[in-house]
Structure formats: structure tokens, C-alpha cells
């Protein structure tokens, strides 16, 4: 049907009426920073609900429902008039994450027209990056909503590319005669982490931990935990954000972020770090996948998580950490 729309059409040449027609512009957020929707200091907030894989057969898994679940009691309590929903479908199972987060937001009973849906990001940079678009006019606060295990990587990962994001404009408009700033600073968001706690149980039989090609639903909340410390402590995580020759992926095409660039890296590297160990420490304990079935152990983290330097001795490595796994 397509493709018989399309027919006799000059490919070569964009389509500004469609392109209009698929998307409300009037409510992108202007990258210019004296067009910005976001006001600095302003009391208003939006939620950023961060994507998971779906399941195979294409339903959300339990952490994708605990997820949106924080975002609208962040809804009901007025904290948020809006929630970005942000997720493609990187399993391609069919559907996106994005659309999967709204209908259970629509289930519970939030009005669709207050849910933004951002369904192009595969990671959780491009969930960043490309959700700036749709960030409301008004807009001081960014509520970013995800699991306690993803957590702290995700706040690291969000405050490099929303510093990076930053610059990139400051530097792009700074002689732009338009800008009538004596600053030259693009308006920031603060920044707010909101965890959704995970199903914490204790059959280990249930769990395919260790299965090569196994679904992440599948894997202990434990592993999952763990993993996320390791991303972080290899400097995976650091050298993705960059991309190619420091790794084979990139976060964001084709934005390669340099973390050593941003003076704030060292302690948001730090702080997050220390966060993924103790919340993969608490966790150890969750032998069983987060998807809500078996005997369910007493949740063993408390937030905000009470991390400090000392938390996370220097020259701790991988695999001495696995040993709180025995």
C-alpha cells in the first residue's frame, strides 16, 4: 500500500507537506538557546521515561511496567505535566518501547495528550539526545525515570550527554549577533533521578544467567545489577559514548562525545560508579529475574543511595566484585 502511494513520486526530493503532517513542530524544543523551551530554574518538570527491551513476543518486560508506573505517580503528584516515553524497538520485535511505555501509562489512566513519544533511540544516549527535541516550553526539571540496577549508569550517561549537548550549542551560537547574553550559557535542566524498585527474587532456577543468547527479561536482577557495574568499571560505557577506534559501538550516531572534555567527568564518573556498586552489592542477594514470579526476598536498597568515595575502593576490579555473587 506504501510503496503504491509513493508510485510515480521523485524520491529524490523530501516531502515537506508529509514530513509536517507527521509530526506537531509547534511543539519541538528551538536549539538556539534564546529560542530554548527549557528555563532555567523554573519549577516545571517533565518526565524522561527510559526504554527496555521488549520481550521476544513483543510485550513489556516487568521493569518496563515498574518504570511507568513511577512515571505517573510523578503525574499524580504534579511533579511532571508531561511524560517523554523514549524507546525504538532495537530487538525488532515489531513494536517500540515507546509505545509500549504509553499504553500502560494510557491503561492507568493518564490522558494520552499528556504523554510525549520518542520512538527512535536505541540506547540510553539516544534516549537522551533525541527526547531534547520534545523537551515542554518552560520546561527546569528533567525527572529521569528508570530501574534501580540501570540507574546509576543511566545518570552518568545523561549528565555527559546533556553537558555535551550544552556545549555543542553554546559553542555553535556563541557569536551569533541574535544571542544577547553576557554568559553565553545554554539555559540547563536540573536534573533528577527517580528509581523504580525491581521485583527482588530468590529462586535462582528461574534465571537463564549465563545462557549465551538468553533475553535480558530472563537474567537474575543480581546479574543484571552487576552487569551494569561492570559497563561501567571496563569503561565501555565511557569509550561508547565516543565511538570508533575507542569501541565498536557508538551511543549516538554520529555524535562522539569525549568525556575527558568535560570537566564535570571525573566526579559524575565517580558518583556513578560508587552508585553501581552499591546497588549491585544490595542486589546480590536477587537471584531470580525481576518479572515478578517465585518467592520474593525483603528489598535490600533504600534511596537516595547512601554512596560515598568510600564505597568503591580505587583498585577494585571485576573480578574481585564478582565474588559478592558466591
Keep these: 500500500v506504501a510503496a503504491a502511494g509513493l508510485r510515480g513520486q521523485d524520491h529524490r526530493r523530501p516531502e515537506p507537506a508529509a514530513l509536517r503532517r507527521l509530526v506537531d513542530w509547534s511543539i519541538a ?7 530554548s523551551n527549557i528555563e532555567e530554574g523554573s519549577g516545571r518538570g517533565v518526565a524522561l521515561v527510559l526504554g527496555q527491551s521488549l520481550r521476544p513476543n513483543g510485550t513489556a518486560a516487568q521493569v518496563l511496567l515498574d518504570r511507568a508506573v513511577m512515571a505517573k505517580q510523578l503525574l499524580d503528584d504534579g511533579f511532571v505535566s508531561k511524560v517523554i516515553v523514549s524507546g525504538g524497538d532495537p530487538e525488532g520485535v515489531g513494536r517500540t518501547e515507546a509505545s509500549q511505555i504509553a499504553q500502560v501509562l494510557i491503561d492507568a489512566g493518564i490522558p494520552s495528550e499528556a504523554i ?5 533511540a536505541l540506547t540510553t544516549a539516544e ?42 550549542f ?31 527474587g530468590s529462586d535462582a532456577e528461574l534465571s537463564r544467567d549465563g545462557t549465551a543468547g538468553a533475553d535480558v527479561s530472563t537474567l537474575s536482577l543480581a546479574a543484571r545489577a552487576r ?22 559501538l557508538q551511543y549516538i550516531w554520529a555524535r562522539q562525545i569525549n568525556v575527558t572534555a568535560d570537566e564535570e567527568n571525573e566526579a559524575n564518573f565517580h558518583e556513578a560508579i560508587s552508585g553501581a556498586f552499591v546497588v549491585a552489592k544490595a542486589l546480590c542477594i536477587c537471584k531470580a529475574p525481576p518479572e515478578g514470579v517465585g518467592p520474593e526476598l ?16 580505587a583498585n577494585m576490579t571485576s573480578a574481585e566484585f564478582v565474588k559478592c555473587q558466591r
Design 29 to 35: 524544543n528551538p536549539l538556539p538557546p534564546w529560542l
Design 116 to 120: 510525549i513519544r520518542e520512538s527512535q
Design 127 to 168: 534516549n537522551i539526545w533525541f527526547s531534547m527535541r520534545w523537551i515542554p516550553k518552560g520546561t527546569g526539571q528533567l525527572f529521569l525515570v528508570t530501574s534501580d540496577f540501570h540507574m546509576p549508569r543511566a545518570m552518568y550517561i545523561c549528565k555527559e550527554t546533556l553537558n555535551f549537548f550544552y556545549k555543542t
Design 170 to 200: 553554546e559553542e555553535a551560537y556563541r557569536d551569533d549577533p541574535a544571542w544577547n547574553s553576557t554568559t553565553k550559557r545554554y539555559p540547563r535542566l536540573s536534573l533528577q533521578a527517580v528509581s523504580s524498585r525491581s521485583f527482588c
Design 227 to 248: 552487569d551494569e557495574f561492570n559497563f561501567l568499571e571496563s569503561k565501555e560505557v565511557s569509550n561508547s559514548l565516543f565511538g570508533s577506534p575507542l569501541s565498536p
Design 298 to 313: 525483603k528489598y535490600p536498597l533504600t534511596f537516595p543511595l547512601a554512596s560515598t568515595r568510600g564505597d568503591l575502593p
